[in-house]
């Protein structure tokens, strides 16, 4: 009875909490019902996740508080399945906690057509618990085939949130990020059966301990690498991303970008720099660094040439993505210790990376779908003169522009600060270059869209079609939009809020 | 490689050209190869778990170890595992449209009546499959009932027995004469069930021995029963829905997707035309005329 | 004991054929058929294997719902095409209707 | 030539073959066949890990390979309800169309 008390049943309830929301909006029949409930749900999953993050920083000093673990079922590491949360999983799952907030009071508002035939809540609200139960399972998990299991449930929730609406193009997009989302699980599962083959255990930490480079390893680390780089879309293998997230509605873009994409990210990051460290070779880690580095060009360019809104943001969140695999040749130098566990500067600067373009993607997402929900559509060549209809989504718009590009006073600015020091200190001052290249092409495509929108409609009245808004817009919507790119800018003013989450749990 | 799904018999035009397939090909040829190599050549350790597994076997309640992983063990894994379950059977609900009562002339299967099972006596059926129906669904029902209770200690369990029952279910529909209706209460209720004991036993559970899903030495063969059933009902019910809204495949009435001018699915990814949030907008405004 | 090995590489042998079939064939129900044959040698290769609770699940899952809802699916494509072009009289059986 | 190397050759075969026929199979229908002859393979490499120790085969394995039964057979009926929607509602356009 006494452990039941004591915080470390905080891991199971945030796994536990969406499953039961998703068991109750499945069986609720009015959608105001399960609207009430589902923010009910996300207020105290928000709570739980701040609570578990200041009683993890909180009692930072004693060694074993620092990096949690709670077997499961009782039965310990090697036999059962352990919960193992360390700094950047916090940092992860409080990203988790406040964006499923917020998105979940605007698809309260989002999907609420009392007059229409098809009630879409009726789906909605079980996939997307489902979608957040999966994304809070994979953080937590310390086994690989439970990761496994969590990144089936997230990838079928997500095809099932994308082919919501039943248009051709979301259905179509949704059957390829299905068969994409299947191939990379599938090489996934084929590693997780080469390193059990060689180790025996499944285990993460009793992995991390014995691992070491043989050729085994080194085939289980190439086809989890290709598994993982087709489900968050790298430039070889990204030809998904644009059509799933452009086709989807509004709040499912919005996470699908800020978070499922990152899911498979912080796999990899935990499985080269942490678990099978020894067997990452310094090409391999170089590898994708340029992997990243054309990501960054390319998504940039093709956001450059997109004609509709939700589609350019989508070829942006490709071009970001490039950032994040700059953490793998940056982390190289310092990360010999074994067992270090995922810490270091370089790890603290993609995490705070991580949070700034999850709040500035979602809040550009949700501007996209205020916009497409109040014009009709988002060609980006008939958005003359927005500014006058839609003043504060346009703002939302440029403030998460401005933390993309890495303006001053967003958190985008400080977490490129960040990466340019690791960069100069790792004296591999290319990525710098890299950085602040991808910055100047991210203004490309943002001043872009903010020039047209802000040009006067009356000098050229006569040739473009009027477009007038179709249908007035709950303010609660664009109000969340706002929130969201505030919270980069606040995020700006105080970094260590971020910079010393991260670094708990470094000296396991 | 992926462009668009076709669906053209064996049409060939946008297939990949001979010579990437063959490059394909040796592409994979070698890095299997390879990887038969590394796996022949570096001897298999024999890992500690199944010894653990046999150690700890008596403390499981059950004999058999692979239920012993699956329910007591694992059993983070089979939770997760029938929400993934859950999450297609959502997914693949047929349009629940709860304010059917607007129009209750809905394309497809009877809605309107909200039983789960209904028989319909529709003419088409031919007596000789009924017979063998009404001889052999039953007997896969008990089949299943054993195959369920026997997992405790020979092999079988809930996804295997829950299969079985999946298939007489199919059975049944092919036969005609029984209809499935998966919006009805009961049939929702059927869905979630497993779901729900799970969670259940997993927090009662959690009040007794202080830690999630950790069974306590005497109640484990029940309470691990009282879920296999659970699980087994809901895994038929989740694979008859899915083959169900399969078989009984009815597109949304038209108009609920108004077809633009130009609805042609185009290639070039950058001007796709028809987006999500239109339909929203434009349907509620269109009069709501079903076009076929 | 090389009889064992003799089964198990006629087994691995027709496995590996069935597969390549299934996958060459023109006519996509030959195709789904070949599936389903293949499903039911796997779940021999796991009874050699001795994996007798995997051999259950393969044949009820692998080879029978998986196969259910190939033809569903199937059927539903080819019904609707076949009353799609209008012109093409229905033919009787489903082998000379358009073989996908 | 064991039966642990005979089955390990049939696993990264069919694997082999499943990734090809993905990649290479115009028919959607073909491609979800592809992705289940792969998961097939990978389930077959885990259950000849299980086989070769000495006494009883080892359950955990056995234990995932259930689980990735199931979740093959989720990810199949979701791909072809997909493909279903997406023909009639191909075949609703070609019909309006002419």
Known sequence: ?508 | ?292 | MNFNILIDSCLVIGILTLACLCLATRNLFTAIVLFVSLGLLIAIAWVRLDAPDLAIAEAAIGAGLTGALLLATWRQMRVERAHGDADSPKKSGGENVSNP | ?98
């Open chain 4, 1 to 98: 030539m064991t039966q642990d190397s005979l089955y390990i050759i049939a696993s990264v075969g069919l694997f082999g073959i499943g990734l090809y026929g993905v990649i290479a199979a115009p028919h959607i229908l073909r491609k979800i066949l592809a992705i289940n002859i792969m998961s097939v393979g990978v389930f077959m490499l885990l259950v000849t890990s299980a086989k070769n120790v000495n006494s009883t085969p080892d359950p955990v394995l056995h234990a995932m390979v259930l689980t990735g039964i199931v979740v093959a057979i989720a990810g199949t009926a979701l791909a072809l309800f997909l493909a279903g929607k997406i023909h009639a509602l191909s075949e609703a356009s070609d019909e309006d169309s002419h």
């Open chain 1, 1 to 508: 009875m006494d452990s039941l008390l004591n915080l470390d049943i905080l891991l199971p309830t945030l796994v536990g909490l969406p499953l039961i929301a998703a068991i109750l909006t499945t069986l609720l029949k009015s959608h105001g019902l399960r609207a009430s409930i589902s923010i009910a749900m996300a207020l105290t999953q928000f709570m739980i996740a701040a609570a578990l993050l200041s009683w993890l920083s909180g009692s930072g000093t004693s060694l074993e508080t620092q990096y949690q673990r709670y077997s499961l079922a009782g039965w310990g590491a090697p036999l059962g399945i352990d919960l193992a949360i360390d700094g950047f999983a916090a940092l992860m799952l409080m990203l988790t906690a406040a964006l499923t907030l917020v998105l979940t009071v605007y698809s309260r508002y989002y999907f609420f057509e009392p007059h229409s035939r098809l009630d879409k809540t009726a789906r909605f609200w079980p996939l997307w618990w489902l979608l957040i139960m999966g994304i809070n399972a994979l953080f937590l998990s310390g086994d690989i085939f439970n990761i496994y299991v969590t990144l089936e449930i997230i990838g079928l929730a997500a095809v099932s949130l994308v082919a919501l609406d039943g248009s051709r193009a979301a259905l179509t997009a949704a059957l390829r990020y299905l068969l994409v989302g299947l191939l990379g699980s599938l090489c996934y599962l084929l590693a997780v059966a080469l390193l059990y083959r060689a180790y025996g255990t499944l285990d993460l930490a009793q992995l991390s301990a014995v691992a070491e480079p043989t050729a085994i390893t080194w085939a289980a680390l190439v086809l989890i690498t290709t598994g993982l780089l087709l489900k968050t879309a790298l430039v070889p293998l990204h030809f998904w991303l644009p059509l799933a997230h452009g086709s989807a509605p509004a709040p499912v873009s919005a996470i699908l970008s800020a978070l499922v994409v990152k899911t498979s990210f912080y796999l990899l990051a935990r499985l080269w720099l942490d678990t099978l460290a020894p067997a990452a070779t310094d090409s391999g880690l170089l590898m994708l660094g340029i992997l990243g580095a054309a990501a960054i060009c390319w998504g940039s360019i093709q956001a450059l040439r997109a004609t509709r809104l939700k589609l350019m943001v989508a070829y942006s969140t490709v071009a970001q993505l490039g950032y994040l695999f700059l953490l793998f040749p940056l982390a190289l130098p310092d990360e010999d210790a074994r067992g270090a566990g995922l810490s270091g500067p370089a790890v603290s600067a993609i995490g705070y990376f991580i949070v700034a373009h999850a709040c500035a993607k979602a809040a550009m997402f949700l501007a996209a779908g205020n916009i497409m929900r109040t014009f009709g559509h988002d060609e980006i060549a008939r958005l003359r003169g927005l500014a006058k209809y839609m003043p504060l989504s346009l703002l939302t718009f440029a403030i998460a522009g401005a933390s993309l590009i890495g303006l001053p006073p967003s958190a985008g600015f400080l977490s490129k600060w960040l990466l340019l020091n690791v960069a100069i200190d790792a004296a591999q001052w290319w990525w710098a270059i890299i950085i602040l290249m991808g910055g100047l092409m991210a203004a490309m495509y943002v001043f872009r869209v903010l020039n047209i929108a802000f040009t006067s409609v009356d000098e050229e009245a006569q040739t473009e079609p009027k477009n007038l808004p179709i249908n007035k817009l709950p303010t609660i919507m664009s109000l969340c939009a706002f929130l969201l790119a505030m919270l980069t800018v606040v995020l700006g003013f105080n970094a260590e809020l971020i910079l010393d989450l991260v670094t708990v749990g470094d000296d396991v």
């Open chain 2, 1 to 292: 490689m992926f462009q668009t799904p076709d669906f053209k018999n064996n049409s060939y035009e946008n297939e990949l050209p001979f010579a990437t397939r063959v490059l394909c090909a040796i592409v994979i040829g070698a890095l299997g190869f390879g990887l038969i190599a590394a796996l022949i050549l570096t001897e298999n350790i024999s890992s500690s778990l199944p010894a653990l597994v046999q150690q700890k076997l008596t403390q499981s309640g059950v004999q058999n170890p692979v239920t012993a992983v699956l329910l007591n063990f694992r059993s983070y894994d089979t939770l997760l595992e029938i929400g993934v379950l859950l999450t297609v059977a959502v997914a693949m609900l047929p349009n629940a449209n709860f304010n059917s009562d607007i129009n209750p002339d809905m394309p497809g299967g009877n809605r309107s009546s909200g039983r789960l099972v209904s028989v319909v006596n529709s003419a088409a059926g031919n007596p000789p499959l009924e017979a063998f129906l009404r001889w052999l669904i039953p007997m896969i029902i008990v089949m299943a009932g054993y195959m369920l209770w026997t997992g405790t200690a020979l092999p079988g369990g809930a996804f295997q027995s829950g299969a079985l029952l999946a298939g007489a279910g199919v059975l049944a529909q092919l036969s005609g004469r029984i209809q499935f209706c998966f919006t009805s209460t009961t049939a929702k209720l059927l869905l979630t069930i497993g779901l729900i004991t799970f969670v259940m036993v997993a927090i009662g559970v959690a009040t007794t021995t202080g830690v999630v899903l950790q069974y306590p030495l005497e109640l484990a063969a029940p309470l691990i029963l009282l879920v296999e059933s659970a699980a087994t009902l809901s895994i038929a019910a989740i694979l008859l829905l899915s083959y169900n809204t399969l078989a009984t495949q009815v597109f949304e009435s038209p108009s609920e997707h108004s077809t633009f001018e130009h609805s042609a699915f185009d290639k070039q990814p950058s001007d796709v035309t028809e987006t999500s949030a239109p339909n929203e907008t434009l349907q509620s405004q269109t009069a709501e005329d079903p076009k076929s």
